[in-house]
């Protein structure tokens, strides 16, 4: 089974290799570079069941975007992403930079994917 995966990051460098890695995956990708483009997502993809998103992006940051994204699609997956910030509220991060075999295990644990 196919998973649909919204994946948002300000630096589009970073935003390509976390959405190939997920297409290595098997996932389908949705990508986002900003919190209220990703919310846009979400309203229009009701496919969409994991959110993946950085943490220090401007204007909405990645706690904010959880949030939000959490209170549209209360059963959303959220995994977040961070070369510097604490976790905080209890969601599963991952730090970057990370590897593949990282990320397919934290999907693997917090999404039940793989």
Known sequence: MSHTVL???????????????????GCQVISAQNGPNALDQLNENQDISILITDINMPDMDGHE???????VRPELKVLQLSGREPRRGGLPMIRKPFSFEELADIMQRTAGIF
Not at 7 to 25: C, F, K, N, R
């Open 65 to 71: 975007l959880a949030e939000l994204a959490k209170r």
């Open 7 to 25: 994946v948002v990051d300000d630096d589009p460098a970073v935003l390509d290799v976390i959405v190939g890695m997920l297409e290595d995956l």
